[in-house]
């Protein structure tokens, strides 16, 4: 089994050490976990810490790597939240700043607004917002590209009153996806969906994943989105069914940022 999306202690919204984390993988038998931990530069809620120890954080990546590797196999990555304009430059900074095995690019912001708070859907229809926020990220990856696995797709469907009829944004979330088999980008099949209280509305969906296929897209990472011990490699068995289901030939592994892919 494989877990490509982690957080320590390190992530704002973390609290175990690293090494709990991987320790927690190797016990349920993971052969590889990613540690991500966030990045969120110019993140407009104060609360949130965006900065981030990088000296540190890269410190205790090599630290876990080698004290658990003849384990598991810990990747060193990184979750970097993408917004635009001149917070371009500091999530490219960071992506290239070190030799990370994986790198996670995701949007956990639109527009300046943080998703989270809901403040995104204040002055706008559920559809109206849901189509903006597919129009920002469109925009966003047409000009940044250091990354290598789109996170959560469509987690602005945790945080509307409801989940809109996806015709208002299928267009949009197909060229999203054209983008990024274009770019040689993949997707993650995030199995935070469940805590989330999501039910069968899956992160992605099953049509975003049939359309993705459909498309010709192949790279796919699993990630439990863990931010505790307990979450580590949650569901992650049924996400390897799911692909299967679904068509998927292979799920995608990363070693110093080159893709492998693996037959399930």
């Not at 090494?19 to 110019?42: C, N, R, W, Y």
């Not at 969906?193 to 975003?208: A, K, L």
């Not at 796919?220 to 799911?242: M, N, Q, R």
């Amino acid at each position: 089994m494989y877990d490509y999306h982690t957080h320590s202690i390190i992530s704002d919204d973390g609290n175990t050490p690293m090494l709990q984390m991987v320790e927690a993988g190797i016990s349920i038998g993971l052969k590889e976990i990613a540690i991500t931990d966030h990045f969120d530069p110019d993140y407009p809620d104060l609360n949130w810490s965006s900065d981030i120890d990088f000296a540190g954080y890269h410190q205790q990546l090599e630290e876990t790597s080698y004290i658990c590797g003849s384990k598991i196999k810990v990747l060193k990555g990184i979750e970097i939240g993408i917004q635009h304009g001149d917070t371009l430059a500091k999530c490219r900074s960071a992506a290239r700043s070190y030799g990370y095995d994986f790198v996670i690019g995701s949007f956990h912001c639109a527009e300046g607004i943080e998703l989270f708070q809901g403040g995104f859907f204040d002055y706008r229809s559920v559809e109206e917002s849901t189509a903006a926020y597919y129009r920002y990220v469109l925009a966003i990856l047409k000009e940044y590209d250091d990354f290598d696995v789109l996170g959560h797709i469509n987690v602005i469907d945790r945080y509307g009153v409801y989940i809109p009829d996806y015709s208002c944004c299928n267009d949009i979330v197909t060229e999203i996806l054209k983008l990024l088999i274009e770019k040689g980008k993949g997707i993650e099949i995030n199995t935070s969906s469940f805590r989330y209280g999501m039910g069968t509305h899956t992160t992605p969906t099953d049509d975003i994943l049939a359309l993705y296929r459909s498309l010709g897209g192949e790279i796919i990472t699993i990630g439990s989105d863990a931010h505790s011990p307990k979450h580590v490699g949650y569901k992650i068995s049924w996400a390897l069914e799911k692909m299967r289901q679904m068509g998927f030939r292979y799920m995608t592994t990363y070693d110093q940022r080159i893709p492998k892919f693996l037959s399930i």
